[in-house]
Structures are given as structure tokens and as C-alpha cells.
């Protein structure tokens, strides 16, 4: 029998539903983390950041290399020095992936917007920045991949529907829910929050109104590299691996993730990374493991033709307190 | 490399100073031949081709580096005869290939190339090999076709069995020895992992009795292989088989005990690099590794294990996948030199045809008419705290 042929195994999908669907929950929060880095972006200046992906890449690099340079860690821990060192990794990954938009922004995309460069010019710059960080990463680091120290025992810490859960899986899962809950709370209730949801729904308007627009942008590219930040270090802990390429396709899916749930809305990018991450698990259960991405993509299409504006619609503006 | 670099700095030098003389005066420096009058050392070449850069520059240097140590080892014992190791990068790009090959095609003083590394690259170059009547002994390429490439060639050899004879002898390993009831496949999707896994293994377990219950592909691009794992977890196998290369079985493994499957894990030749052991951790432990080649390692019993230690002191750590092979490669081309074949014409005919090489030690070379090797057997070896350690030769099965 030949893998290449595409025969649909039901058993696969029925006989391990829920471990699917657990696995497809945690790498669907991951890719609704990255997800939020576009839909923000794309809410304030209608621009699809394609060099998302690298900021998320540098976020695993900057862990790993907190890992093993800062931190120095030579064998798993556990209990409090355990907690101490995530928070420090997140905070670490979170501050580099930050920092690296907002230099990001005020380097490549500052420029062309002072000089009111077409939409198409960002795109390309966008792609041209991601190639120069996957090249640095590359002359750096090399093009093998690197494998970080474990950080700590990964065993399963209850079950659930006669699955086991393991705790890595459960800590990415609650952390990205957390981290996305005071994302969306800070955009509805705070000042900044509102000055993004008022350049999102008309930028003209909200200058007048004395909202100033270079920072609103700052602010957006700096939360979305925070996140991104964030979900390089849950996706280090979770595959305890890093290439210098390996932010491509969790970029590309996380950018589909936000599309499905409606580029530019906030929920709608949490909808859509955990809807995308578990349909791409069951996809591979019928399909097999070479289906992943074609049944990812597929079920965008499928999704697009019946809702263009994808399943919550496009509205980071009309977010209203 | 360092041998070379100086001789041209040296050449260019002699050189230079040459012009300065003949500047001065013309009748001194007319006749200056490199031969020497007593003490006569003859110089010879011969090239590793392989890749040194790029994605599989790792396996390329391994085997440049057995070579080294042939020719270093050769250099040492005989003081008549100086051999250089020429190294031309292809990438392992079988596309970059024909374009290295006419550097050392026209080269002349070259008599024999140990390589090319890789199958592809070795397709690509072999008709041009062929007209140039220049020796190859690969040390790595296993693709089961090469032999007719070009149909009555004599370029062509290799010193370790093909790809199908790799499937041959996994299964009587699995059949004879570790005898799993149940087996799961899992490849990379790849022609090389895809065709190991399930064009050959598969196919030939058929009717053997090991029941395959599972066959999954993953995708080498992604970190997550869940899905897979997922249904082998379920179907719950003594062993699984990897057709594909070692990051994604170091990964593979991993996801695999993480998720409590405490099957054997067993692959070939392509996951045989400590980069498995690195990507798997603590998982590797107990994995089964099969290769065409036979692996030394310091441990090892007798030549190899001589050959293991010279390695460690030539270049500064431990030989690697196919280090064996081009290390007997090399010593069947500098053995061709020392008998006085020093032409091209006559280094192909003296390794044309050659049986029972005295120096092989990874395991008996003989020639087959086509430049495959006679022997079929295929090694295995278990990781065991952190490294390689030889389990069985299925000859000896």
C-alpha cells in the first residue's frame, strides 16, 4: 500500500478523538497566539505582516538561548526554581520578540508609510525581513537543528476522557487562554486600548481627535511581538526544538488561524488558531500525517467561500467597551 | 587542506623568486624541475568529492576526514610516495555536480576520487566519470540503481551494499533475532524514507509472520508529529520502523515515549548521527540503528577500533557514518598507487575486478563486474548511554 494514494481512515480519527483533539488544542492556542500579532497589525494599518513568523522564530532563539547562555540549565527542574524559570524564560522571550517588532516597525515599515509607499511595497519589505532574520539565524546559529535542554519532566497530570493529559500540554494551553483574555481586556477597557480600536476604525479621524497614530502603531506592533514572543517560548517547551527557518509554518497557519476567525478581530484569532490546530489534527487522523497542512488550508478555503470576512468578521474596530 | 595551501604559497614563492632571478639574469633559471636528483618522491593526487558546505556538509566531512586519515596514515609510512587529498564541494547538489566535476575531470595529476557522497550527485557525474576512464569508490551512495547508470561502465564502485539490500537484511534481522509481532511504519514522505519504509521493508514483510499495524507519514518541515504518534500509541506495536533522517527520528523518538509508547524504535542508516541521539535525549536510549556501513567507534574490537583511535588523533573526534568506508576507499586507491598503477588508465584497471581487499576493514570488499560490492550483510547498532554501540552484523545471523 502506498501512503501516496489518499485513503480516509475513520477508525484513526474515531478510536483517538480526544487525543486529537487535546494535541490540537495545544498547538491551536500556539498558533492563536501568533495569530494575534497579525489581526492587530492588520486591524490598525490594513498590512499583512509576513515578518510575523521571524519575530515568533526569535522569541524560541531568544528562550533557548536564555536556556543555555543566561540561565545556564543542564537538567530538568521542578517545584519552585521550576516556576521561577518559566516566568523568567516567558519574560525573556517576550521582551526580545517585542523589542524586535517595534525596531522592526520603526526600521522597515516607519519609512514607507512617512513616504505613503503603497500597500504592495510593505508586503515585499515584510518578506524581505523575514529573509534577512532567517539567514542570520541561519550564519549564526547554523542550519541544523538546535535541540534545548529539557526544562522539566513532562508526565500526565490527569485524564481526561480516558486520554492522559501531560502538563506541558496543559500549561501552554491555560497560559496562551490567560495571555489572550488580558490582551482582549486591555484593548476594550484601557486608554491604549482605545486609541487602537479608534486608529483601527479610522485613522484620519482619530488624529484629529488627538490620538497619536505613530504611537498607536508602536503599541500594536509591540503587543503583537509580546504574544508572539510568548508563543515561541510555549512552542520551544512543547517541541524542544529550534531552526532557523522553523517560524515559517506555524506563521503561515497562525496567519490562516486569523483569516478563519476574521483578520482583524481579537477573538476571532483565538476562534480560529484553536478551531485551525484541531482540524488539522483530525485532517491528519483521516488523512495522515502528509494531509496536515493540505486539509489546514483546505477547510480556509471552504471557510472563505461560505464567510469572505472569515467566522467573526473583520472588526478590531467595532470592538466596543 | 593545510598540506596544500602551503605547497601553492611555497609554488607561488619559488616562483616569484624565479621571475626575480630571471629578471636579473636569463640563462640561470631556464631548467628548474620539480624532480629531484636523489631521494626521489613522487607526488600523486587524488580527490574527495562531496559535500563540505550546506545542509549535509556533516556527512560529507565525516567522510573527507576518513580519507584524510588513510592518506595521513599512507604519507606516514611511506617515504617515497606523497599522496595529496584534493577536496572539491559539491553541496552533495546534484545539480552543482557537473559543474565540480570538470575542475577535477581536467585536472590531471588526479588518479582516482574517493566519493561522490551522494546518490544524486554520483548519477549526475558518472557518464562524464566514464569518459574520462577516472576511478570512483563511493563510500555512501546507496541508491540500488547506480550500477547501470551507465550499462558497462567501469567507473563506478562502492564499497558499502545498496539500499535494497538494506531492507534485506532489516528484515532478517527483525525476522531472526528481534522478532516484533507487530510493527509500526512511520517514513518522512521522502524517497529515500518513504522507499526504505514501504516500497521495500513493508512489502518484503509480507507473509513473514510480523504483522504491520500502523503506516504514517510525517512532515520533516513541522515540529508536530502528534498525529502520528497518536495512532501508534493506539495501536500499541513491539517496535517501530523510521524511514527518514536523524532530526526528525531524535524528534520523532521523543514525541513517541513522551506519549508512554515504549516500543523499539528502529531506523536505518539515515538516522545513523549523533544528531539523533541530540534530538532525542533521553528517548534514544535502546533505539536499534541499521546501516550498509559498519561504524567504528573506539570500542570497537580490533582494525576498527585502531582505526577509531587514529581518527580521534588525526582529526580531533570521533569518525562518523560512512568515516569507515572512505577510509577503505581511500586505502584501495592508495594500495592501486603503491602497486605502480600511476595513470588513470591503470589505477581503474587495478581496482576494476578487486576481491577480498586485504585493507577493507569495515567489512570483506569484493567487486562485482557492475562496481557494486559482493557482500550484502548489514550492521546494526543500539544507542546505548548516549552513543553508538555495534549490536549485530546480520551476517552473522
Redesign the interface.
Known sequence: ???RELAINFS?LV??FW??TI?GLA?GSIYALIALGYTLVYGVLRLINFAHSEIFALGIYASAFAIHGMLDITEPRAGLSLVLTLLALLITSMAASGIAALVMERVAYRPLRRRNAPRLTALITAIGISLVVQEFLALRYG???L?PQ?LFE?E?LFTFLGE?V?NDKVLVFVAAIVLMIGLDQFVRRSRLGRGIRATAQDAETAQLMGVDIDRVVMLTFLLGGLLAGAAGFF?LIF???ARFN?G??PGIKAFTAAVLGGIGNIRGALLGGLLLGIME?YG??LF???W??VFAFMVLVLVLLVRPSGLLGESLGRTRA | MKHSKFLRIAAVAAGLSMLAAACGDDDDSATTDDTEPSGEVAEYSIAYVGPLTG?AA?LGIFIRDGARVAVEEFNEANDDIEVTLEEFDTQGDPAQAPTVAADYVNDESILGIVGPAFSGETKAVLPTLEQAGLVMVSASATNAELQDVVPGGKSFHRVLANDAAQAKGLVKYLTTSLKPTTLAIV?D?SEYG?GLA??QL?AQLAGTGIEIVA?????P????????V??V??AAPDAVFFGGYY?EA??LA?QLK???VEATFIAADGALDV?FI??A?AAAEGAQISCPCNLATEASPGALGEFATSYQDIIGNEPGTYSTEAYDATNILLAGITDGNTDRAGLLAYVEGLTDVAEAISKTVSFAENGNIEAEGIFLFEVKDGAFAPLVATDDL
Open positions: 500500500m502506498s501512503s484513526a478510536d483517538d487525543a486529537h494535541d498547538v542550519r541544523s537543528r535541540n529539557r513532562k500526565s492522559e501531560s512552542f517541541y524542544e526544538a522553523i515559517f509554518l489534527k491528519a487522523a495522515g500525517g502528509q496536515t497542512d | 545542509d556533516n517514513h514522505n518513504q514501504v516500497n513493508a503506516t504514517e507519514a510525517i512532515d518541515d513541522s515540529e508536530d508529529y502528534s498525529a502520528a497518536n495512532v500509541k493506539s532530526e531524535g524528534t521523543k513522551d506519549e508512554g544528531g541530540e534530538g535525549g
